[in-house]
């Protein structure tokens, strides 16, 4: 089984990641208290702790699954090329609408990490919230064929 890892938001551009326990993720707001939650394709960011740790390898170390600066962190699901299915974490229902595109601020995190997570779509998948929830670390994720 699939579980939910980390939580975190960031309540600015730019600004350091916040680490929760739970969170409200809305259609709205994306998870809530995050800048980016307006609707859209990037609501909401989803990154698997082995595409990771799979990119912290290729750069010869380990690092917080924070710097990357996703929202949910999950372990036990592969997430390539898996644009249009439906990650479920309790009633929360997340699309996947593309791939997360790493950033050049993925070089000041340690250099070669931007072309590590790169590679199999280790830096994530962005996500529209379907259906509001709230999350809490240790929950079940299920990815959902439709």
């Not at 990357?68 to 699901?77: K, V």
């Given at each position: 089984m699939a579980s939910l890892l980390g939580i975190a938001i960031r309540n600015k551009p730019r600004g350091e990641m916040i680490l929760l326990q739970r969170a409200e993720v809305t259609p709205e707001k994306g998870t809530v208290g995050d800048f980016r939650g307006k609707p859209g394709k990037r609501?909401?960011?989803?990154?698997?702790?082995?595409?990771?740790?799979?990119?912290?390898a290729d750069v010869g170390g380990s690092l917080p699954w924070h710097k990357?600066?996703?929202?949910?962190?999950?372990?036990?699901?592969a997430l390539p090329q898996s644009q249009g299915q439906i990650i479920g974490i309790g009633k929360l229902r997340l699309l996947i609408t593309q791939e997360t595109d790493p950033c050049?601020?993925?070089?000041?995190?340690?250099p070669g990490l931007l072309a590590a997570l790169a590679s199999e779509w280790r830096g994530g998948v962005c996500c529209r919230v379907l259906t509001a929830g709230v999350v809490e670390v240790g929950d079940d994720v299920v990815l959902i064929d439709e």
């Open positions: 609501q909401v960011t989803v990154l698997t702790q082995e595409g990771w740790q799979a990119a912290c990357r600066r996703a929202n949910l962190y999950i372990e036990g699901l050049e601020r993925m070089e000041h995190v340690a």
